[in-house]
Structures are given as C-alpha cells and as structure tokens.
C-alpha cells in the first residue's frame, strides 16, 4: 500500500488493534505497535526497522528497536487475541494447517540459525526455520501462532544460548513437537477445534498421528508411498497358545498378514474402487483428479516387533488417469459420521492454501527482513506481521460485494480497498 492508501485506513486500523493490544499496557507500546504494522503495510522492498522507520513519519528507530526486540510484551497474549479475533472473522472453518517455512541467514548471530534445509531455497543452507499453525476456511486462511526450531546446537551451548538471549525454560522440541504444542495451545484458547492438515514430514511420523488422536483431533495428512500398512485390522489376527511359558499377547511375525506400501495397495484396487473429484474452482477452471479410498491399518514398527495402539485410517489416494503411478496420498481420521470420498478430498487437498499466506507474508509484510537476534525480537516480529497480514484479510473481505466480515461500521476508503484487494489478487487464486 502507498502512504495515502495506509493513511486512509487509519481509524480502521485503530479499530482492529484495539482488543488485540490491549494486553500490551504502556500507551508508547500502543503507538509503536501501531507504527510497525503502518511500515509493514506500506510498499517497500525491505521491511526491517530503519528502512520502515523512514517510510513512516515521526518514526524512532531507537524506539522502534526497543518495542520489537526488548519490550517485555507478552507474545501468547497477543497470539490468544488474534486467534479468538481471526476464528471469529474468518467464518465457515475448514481445517488447521500446520506447516513450516525458513528464513535464510548471510551470517551465524541470528538465534536459531543452522546449517539445515531450507524450504526457501529447496537445498540444506544457513537458514532459521519456524513452525506455524493457521486458521483456514475455503474463501481465506491466516497464521494465528508460531514456533522457532532451535537446533540442537543452540541449546546445548550456555554461550549460544545467552547469545540468543533464549529462556531458561526452552528445551529441545522437533519440529513436530512443535506443532503439537500450538495445537495444545489453540485447545487451550478454546479456539473451535478443526481438522487439521499437514505435509508428509508430520503425516509420515506415526506419534505425530497418533498424539493428534489421543486428543481427539481429526486431521488428513500427507504421507510418502513407502508407507508400510495392512489392509485388515491386525487385531483379528488369532494369538497361539504356547504350550509352555508365559501365554503370548500378540500374534508371531509370521502369522499377521503382508504389510504393503501404499504404491502396492493402489496397484491391487480394482477399477471400480477410483472415482473422478472435482474439490474446488482453481484460477484456470475446476482442479479435477481421480482417487480412490481405503480401510487401512498403519504396520509402524511390526519388524521389530513393536506394539504400539493401532486403529483404522483412511488411506486417501490420488492417481490420475494419464499417470503412471499414484501421486499423492493421505492417512486421515475424520470423525464418526459417515465420510464421503469428495469430503475426504477436499480436507486432504485443503493445505495449498498454506503457500500462498507464506509467500504473502514475506513478498508483501517482510515476515523474513527481520534483523535482531535474539529470541523474543522475532517471535515479536512475526506476531506483528501476522497482524499485519491479519488485518489485510478483513480489508479484501470488505472490499467485496457480500462481505461477511463486520470490521466497523465504515465503508473502506476506495483507494485502499483497491489496494487489498489488488494485494488479494496477486497472491490467492479464485476459489
């Protein structure tokens, strides 16, 4: 947006910040809170403090710096807000996705960075990586908590951690213990819960899947076609007694059924088995596929004879009819009721949204041209951005006919809603 366009926004903006700030106390905290989500909003190629500072008149860089990177602002408080704010806005839910993105780094100082992979540039890099967990409906989605990955490294060394300035309390967590923690924290917000969907790196892990299950969360999730798994329950399977010692509680290794990956199980389904979906409107017309769904139990661990709880799954999966071989599939729960082939597909396939609010909110809020170190400056930093990006979700929502989004009680400034809607335009497909 141009200095007008955001100007013209102005009471709109105070309108939005008013409950989800309120927890931050001091009126300076209010103005400079204000500030930043002014500088993220405004066009500009760099979105770091000095550069931002300069776009936005009576700005302090010093002050700036002070209410990004030390300011003891309560993060989850702020998060809690945006999340009860965003489930209220964003009506007619759909899934929680969860996903990861990264931030490469030139040097080493930036708490968190690592030599790992990097999504960004799709090769192991210096890069931080974060964990997020959004808010999705089918019209629009938006990040509403974070995580930062710290690697082994940071943790283990009392000079990195002082370096990084990173809270006595924080303790190795994976990147799927990450998410399981926002989770946990949504639970606790009470935000309505949701199916949630993720890639492969979380479906592939067994203990993901099932801590999704011990709290009662549906979700459909990615998972890679190597995927050892048995068409029956393994359950039924009849224990022998031993004619001597203590009597056997699970089945021999011989005895259970062949574990298949999910290439051999769609390889055997019969022609009839696969239908053709259409799941959404795409930018260039109906997204159409053919998929078939089957009962199957997850085999983790049978070789080593491991006994971990196992139940049934929904293995979802995509091949089309020009294929060669399946390209996608899912292991998904969904609740009691009966579940229909379209809306397994269509929680399954509901993830791409997830894409387009990360590239949104680097291309368009510098989610990653913050330039502190230290750990509470950037999880600072990416609150404000997703209330940044936040606010830029209700302004294209009014700027359409039926709005279903009550921001206040003004019509938007044309020029500004022109602007959002244009940003919506060049970053979200028809749907």
């Not at 009597?247 to 011989?254: D, V």
């Not at 199957?296 to 006994?307: D, I, M, N, P, S």
């Not at 971990?308 to 979802?316: A, G, I, S, T, Y």
Request: glycine share 6%; aromatic share 8%; net charge positive.
């Amino acid at each position: 947006m141009t200095p007008h366009e955001v100007a013209a926004l102005d009471r709109r903006l105070d309108h939005f910040l008013a409950d989800l700030t309120e927890s931050l106390g001091r009126s300076e905290r209010h103005r400079w809170a204000k500030v930043y989500l002014q500088g993220l909003l405004m066009d500009g190629e760099r979105k770091s403090i000095e550069p931002l500072a300069e776009r936005i008149a009576g700005a302090d860089v010093q002050a700036l710096r002070q209410f990004v990177g030390q300011s003891p602002w309560a993060v989850e408080l702020i998060q809690q807000r945006l999340a009860e704010k965003v489930a209220d806005l964003l009506s007619e839910p759909e899934v929680w996705m969860i996903d990861e993105t990264s931030f490469p780094k030139a040097g080493e100082a930036s708490v968190g960075v690592a030599r790992q992979y990097c999504g960004a540039l799709g090769k192991i890099a210096n890069c931080q990586v974060a964990v997020s967990l959004h808010w999705s409906t089918c019209e629009a989605s938006c990040p509403v908590a974070w995580r930062l990955y710290l690697p082994q490294s940071w943790l283990a060394s009392p000079a990195r951690r002082a370096e990084g300035k990173i809270p006595d309390g924080i303790s190795y967590r994976s990147k799927n213990q990450l998410s399981l923690e926002l989770l946990d924290q949504a639970m606790l917000w009470e935000v309505p819960r949701l199916p949630v969907v993720a890639d492969s790196a979380y479906g592939n892990d067994f203990d993901f899947r099932a801590a999704l299950r011990e709290r009662g969360l549906q979700y459909a999730v990615a998972v890679e076609p190597s995927t050892k798994v048995w068409t029956t329950d393994p359950a039924l399977v009849s224990v022998p007694a031993n004619k001597r010692g203590r009597p056997r509680k699970y089945p021999a290794l011989t005895d259970l059924p062949a574990a298949k990956t999910l290439t051999e199980v769609a390889t055997e389904l019969p022609k009839a088995a696969w239908r053709n979906i259409t799941w959404r409107q795409g930018a260039k017309g109906p997204l159409r596929s053919r998929f078939a769904q089957v009962k199957v139990w997850a085999a983790h661990g049978w070789k080593r004879q491991e006994h971990p709880k196992r139940v049934m799954e929904w293995l979802l999966i995509e091949w089309p009819e020009n294929a060669a071989a399946p390209t996608d599939h899912w292991l998904a729960q969904l609740g009691e009721q009966s579940l229909g082939l379209r809306r397994l597909v269509k929680t399954a396939r509901a993830r791409w949204r997830v894409e387009l609010d990360y590239r949104e909110l680097k291309e368009e809020l510098g989610l990653d041209h913050y330039e502190g170190r230290h750990w509470l400056g950037w999880h600072h930093h990416v609150t404000l951005v997703s209330l940044a990006f936040a606010f830029l979700r209700t302004e294209q929502a009014k700027a359409k006919k039926n709005c279903w989004c009550d921001v206040d009680n003004a019509a938007p400034h044309p020029s500004a809603a022109a602007a959002a809607a244009d940003s919506s335009d060049r970053t979200v497909p028809v749907v």
